[in-house]
């Protein structure tokens, strides 16, 4: 199969309908403007990998619909090892660009969340999304198109529920049902390098009840629909020279104004006894893969933290105990992740899920540890790399100035300032910076995961397991809730 350039994907993306606000306008063409090319590089690259037979192995495989060689990202999960590819290729991904590439994640993980889901509702309801699904899966794996996954409403106020917030709006819902489709209006926000896309698949946010059933939708649109508008995030604006990154992950807000969504496109309306389903299976792949992202960018931010400690004039050994506490958290990650999809299962219709009590931990753990990663980069690199401790590159290449400033920041006096200022603002950019990842909350809350946890922990197995070995023979129950 003849895969997308990077050329043919930017002609993509500048034919889209101008939709995409900043800075109080639409922008013109995002692949060039200052604010979104970073973001559009950072796209750009995994089709440059494509065209690339060294990468072949994690960037291709036999699509199961087709049985021909497509883009991995298009296939459908079906054992524990392509699970390991969905997490190998994310890994290669923040090796390359140190960020995160939702293109080839989070749309991935979302179709193959549906592809379980949508069979099951057709097999209650005798609905038929799982063959618009499997139609819509064929035509994005033929043209390498780039989607995203958006689960993420706006909520409103956390402590009520979407029918009881001011607006219904706050989480995205449907408000007419036609023949041919139906109409939605609602946000998704923080929505990973949506600008960038051909396409994005909603899926709900959280498990609703039969009183709700208008926010248990799930469609795809495309980036540029009528009725669609994105709002980009404030990240790294207005950088240039070496202030600026190469490659960037930008979020936005999916505002849905009336926005209509042909029926071959929903794939899902109103089920909301599935709702619950979605999250957890999207959770449990999602938690299972980011190890995989979390010891990529670690990695990285270990090889920036020995770059800072040469650019200072000191041996990288000096740290090389500080390095293996980051390759600890990095393999906890990766290797949690690693089990929890080998623990995984196999759902009838074919696709494979990982375990969600391990994919949880894994969430938990890489949350908790990820300010370690970035206390110790930091730690190494000295005051520079603080936020805000490095004059501007304008300021550095000022005529004048220029010279006086680049004097001091020189540190190693075999090598340029140039390359200590560019190490010390990578290291800014990875642990102060847009590009700290989100792995507090990126795939949900530490707290969801500690929920899930804590559900499937046994306790009477486990008390009667410890019962046996003590030799106690009693019953030891709680005591009774006063
Ligand atoms: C950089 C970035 C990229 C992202 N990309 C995507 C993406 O591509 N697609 C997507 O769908 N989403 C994306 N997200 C969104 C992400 O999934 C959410 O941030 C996450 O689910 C948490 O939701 P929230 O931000 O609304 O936090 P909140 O729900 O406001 O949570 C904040 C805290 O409050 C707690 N909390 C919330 N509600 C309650 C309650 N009722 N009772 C008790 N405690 C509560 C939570 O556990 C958490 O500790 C992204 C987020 C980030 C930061």
């Known amino acids: 199969m003849k895969f997308r350039t990077r050329e043919e994907y930017h002609a993509d993306l500048r034919a889209m309908r101008r939709n995409v606000f900043k800075n109080g306008k639409f922008i013109e063409d995002i692949v060039t403007d200052p604010d979104t090319r970073a973001l559009v590089e950072n796209e750009s690259l995994t089709y440059d990998l494509l065209q690339d037979p060294r990468y072949a192995p994690i960037l291709t495989a036999k699509s199961t619909l087709t049985g021909e060689t497509v883009a991995r990202w298009h296939t459908l999960m079906t054992c524990a090892e392509d699970l390991m590819m969905y997490g190998k290729l994310k890994k290669l991904h923040f090796h390359k660009t140190g960020i995160c590439c939702a293109g080839v994640c989070t749309g991935w993980n979302t179709f193959n969340v549906l592809w379980s889901v949508t069979a099951e509702a057709d097999a209650k309801y005798g609905t038929d999304y799982h063959k618009r699904l499997e139609a819509w899966v064929r035509d994005i794996e033929s043209k390498t198109h780039k989607v995203g996954g958006a689960l993420t409403d706006a909520k409103g106020d956390r402590a009520k529920k979407a029918s009881q917030q001011n607006s219904p709006d706050f989480n995205v819902h449907v408000t007419e049902i036609r023949d041919d489709g139906i109409v939605v209006n609602g946000a998704k926000v923080m929505i990973a390098n949506a600008a960038a896309f051909h396409e994005i698949i909603c899926i709900p946010g959280t498990a609703y009840k039969e009183n709700e059933k208008e926010f248990a939708v799930s469609f795809a649109v495309p980036r540029d629909a009528p009725g669609l508008t994105l709002v980009q995030a404030e990240g790294c604006e207005g950088r240039q020279g070496w202030d600026e990154m190469k490659y960037a992950s930008m979020a936005s807000y999916l505002l849905f104004e009336n926005c209509f969504i042909p029926k071959e496109k929903v794939f899902m309306c109103g089920e909301w006894d599935f709702s619950g389903s979605i999250i957890a299976r999207f959770t449990a792949n999602y938690r299972a893969a980011i190890g995989s992202c979390m010891s990529g960018h670690g990695n990285v931010m270990v090889g920036a933290g020995a770059l800072m400690a040469r650019a200072n004039g000191l041996s990288a050994n000096v740290f090389r105990e500080k390095f293996v ?6 393999n906890l990650v990766y290797g949690l992740g690693l089990g929890a999809m080998l623990a995984g299962e196999k759902h009838p ?11 949880h931990a894994n969430k938990y ?8 990663l970035r206390r110790i980069c930091q730690d190494i690199g000295g005051g520079v790399v603080e936020n805000g401790c490095l004059p501007n590159y304008r300021d550095c290449t000022d005529p004048e100035m220029g010279p006086k400033i680049m004097k001091y920041i020189q540190g190693n006096s075999e090598l340029s300032a140039e390359t200590r200022a560019r190490a010390a603002r990578l290291c800014e950019w990875f642990t102060k910076g847009a590009g700290t990842m989100a792995f507090i909350h990126g795939g949900g809350s530490p707290d969801g995961a500690r929920v899930v946890v804590r559900m499937n922990t046994p306790i009477e197995e486990y008390v009667q397991y410890a019962a046996n070995i003590a030799g106690i ?7 009774a809730k006063k």
Do not use: H, Q, R, W
């Open 473 to 479: 023979t009693e019953k030891v129950e709680d005591p």
């Open 349 to 359: 219709s074919g696709a494979f899920y990982a375990d969600p009590t391990l994919a």
């Open 325 to 330: 506490d980051m390759e600890m958290i990095n």
């Open 365 to 372: 753990y890489l949350a908790k540890n990820y300010a370690e």
